[in-house]
């Protein structure tokens, strides 16, 4: 063992316990030497002072500022009397006591709007486990989502090869089935396990009638008064996620006569796969730009589908008639593209709502030339994003195009990892992480003429946040210690940015500190926001590796306006987003 090996070891072997002094920030001092008195104490008033002030914790009282104190007081000789320097420190940097996210106000957004007022955690082909061609359809992947707050599951139904029973599979292609109703049981009960808002369950249908009949039934029975079901057959407004608590919402297109799938033959040729870049493997690709309203990525790209539903309208509803009548009275929310091309598409109907469905590249071209009109549409109907079909390894895109749109379910494959799934992970730690969002007044507002939002505008900014990135901790526990060098400690950098509309977006990077399990980067950057309602905090851990790639150290991301002002102790996750035991960053907030 080298001696910088054996001086990392006994290091953090000491600091298993508690963070040292010496590492204390200099800022940190300086706070501390503020607000103690001589005696190098932080007595209850003290404290109460400084979590106002520089917290911004403006209904804090001295009795929550001696239950601070308490909570540390194994840390300072001083015991009941206050924090010294240490256990002050050790207190900021504590996530379960000083996290970026308020844990105490769960829930705060009004939720008797209706449905369409908010973004919806939404999931695309939910039960498949990897690949879009032939990974195992199972039920495992819908339960994960459901435990992680995903409110909307996407289920493929089709006939079993008998034809007497229903399968939930990616039709078409080598994905191996899983039976609907261990799907439909899975649901239940797992459905409201990270949340009690309403579950919508979106049914790709390719049924037919007596399948239809036999799903109704599944679906009856397995949820009974859980389910939710209209009295009418269309809603002139969709009900509220506060009114439809611990309710499940069946979503689907009219009933449609059954088209038989044709097999998939193991001589056709696959779309073919875009080789990694050198840091794709452990990061995913950098989300792609939105500037100058278009996703430069994809512009040289066919989409397969068309704006227009190929089915005629007329020929559904007779299909739909003679579909079976429990199956029709299960939708609540009700598909389709009206015939006629986007503007019939995006037209508002004062007697009822529905849900639209486009591709990535449908809502970026539509984009171009009728942004406000789907944010009209929006205001009162719901909007379905989806990935396009070339993402055959689950991959997903940027879903600031929608959100920024006003667009309710913008659907990810949640199985896999990667930034733009991080920026999904991070939007619904919001409001609880119940999986509701309300969405921006903004976008749900109509002025004096009519007008609303265009999110091509160019608008003034409205606030800067000021991040200053002290130091990181976390990465001697919880990882092995030959992780990121076989020879040395690890090489840090952070990258420090936000996801938001074009002009808001940016990223940049903190100095490389070699050497050192607990790096010390103490870095400010400025963010100016035109759009903070929409902004979301990105942060990355990057090890420098001079001859390979960089490794993963971390990474999060949080909506910029639930952050809590001051400095706070702020978690990194893992690629999967799961939340790591230990490594952790000192960071600083400030609107200015």
């Given amino acids: 063992m080298s001696s910088k090996q054996t001086y990392s070891f006994c290091f953090c072997f000491r ?38 002030e520089v917290q911004r914790e403006d209904n804090a009282t001295e009795e929550e500022a001696q239950t601070i104190i308490d909570g540390h007081k194994h840390l300072s000789i001083f015991h009941r009397r206050g924090l010294n320097l240490e256990s002050f420190f050790n207190y900021l940097f504590s996530h379960h006591n000083n996290p ?115 799903v109704a039934e599944m679906i009856t029975r397995t949820f009974g008064d859980t389910l939710f079901a209209p009295t009418s057959k269309s809603l002139k407004e969709f009900p509220s996620p506060e009114s439809l608590k611990r309710r499940v919402i069946i979503s689907t297109k009219p009933p449609k006569e059954y088209l038989e799938a044709k097999e998939v033959q193991e001589t056709e040729e696959e779309p073919q796969q875009e080789k990694p870049a050198d840091d794709e493997e452990a990061w995913g690709k950098e989300v792609p730009s939105l500037r100058g309203g278009t996703i ?34 299960l939708i609540a929310i009700h598909a389709g593209k009206p015939k006629g091309g986007l503007t019939e598409c995006l037209k508002v109907d004062p007697d009822k709502v529905r849900r639209l469905s486009l591709s990535e590249l449908q809502l970026e071209k539509a984009a171009e030339t009728h942004g406000k ?38 659907a990810f494959n949640m199985q896999g990892y990667g930034r733009s799934l991080w920026l999904m992970q991070g939007m619904f730690k919001a409001n609880g992480g119940c999986g509701y969002v309300k969405k921006p007044d903004f976008l749900l507002k109509v002025g004096q003429n009519n007008e609303v939002f265009d999110p091509k505008a160019h608008l003034p900014v409205k606030t800067t946040l000021k991040v200053t990135i002290y130091m990181g901790e976390g990465w001697f526990h919880d990882f092995k210690h030959t992780h990121f060098d076989k020879f040395s400690p690890p090489d840090f950098y952070a990258r420090v940015g936000i996801a938001g509309v074009p002009n808001d977006t940016v990223m940049k990077k903190t100095e490389k ?78 609107f200015i």
């Fill in 100 to 214: 970026p996210l308020s844990p105490s106000i769960g829930v705060h957004q009004d939720m008797s709007s209706p449905l369409s007022h908010y973004f919806i955690y939404t999931g695309h082909n939910s039960y498949l486990t990897g690949n879009q061609l032939s990974s195992d359809c199972s039920d495992i992947p819908i339960i994960n989502a459901l435990q992680k707050g995903v409110r909307v599951i996407e289920l493929d139904i089709w006939p079993n090869e008998s034809k007497d029973n229903v399968d939930v599979l990616h039709g078409r292609t080598l994905t191996s089935p899983v039976a609907l109703i261990k799907c439909l049981r899975s649901i239940k009960q797992h459905a409201f396990v990270a949340s009690e808002y309403p579950v919508v369950i979106t049914l790709e249908d390719h049924l037919t009638p007596d399948l239809q009949a036999k």
């Fill in 373 to 410: 009109e789907i944010v009209r549409f929006t205001q009162r109907n719901i909007l379905r994003v989806y990935p396009k079909g070339t993402r055959i390894t689950s991959t997903n895109y940027n879903p600031l195009i929608g959100w920024m749109h006003g667009a309710q379910m913008v």
């Fill in 513 to 590: 500190v070699e050497d050192n399990w607990s790096p010390s980067w103490n870095q400010v950057f400025e963010f100016p926001l035109a759009v903070p309602e929409l902004a979301l905090l990105r942060v990355e851990v990057h090890e420098y590796d001079m001859s390979e790639k960089d490794d993963f150290g971390g990474q999060t991301c949080l909506p910029v306006w639930e952050l809590r002002s001051g400095i706070r102790a702020v978690p990194l996750y893992s690629r999967n987003g799961d939340k790591y035991a230990n490594v952790k960053l000192l960071m600083r907030f400030e």
């Fill in 296 to 329: 430069s990525d994809y512009k040289n790209i066919e989409d397969d589908d068309v704006l227009d539903d190929e089915e005629d309208i007329d020929e559904a509803e007779k299909s739909r008639q003679d579909a079976a009548d429990e199956y029709r009275r």
């Fill in 15 to 52: 600091r298993r316990f508690r963070l040292p002094v010496s590492e204390a920030p200099p800022e940190i001092r300086t706070l501390f030497d503020r607000y103690s008195d001589q005696n190098g104490v932080m007595t209850a008033t003290h404290l109460r002072s400084f979590l106002a």
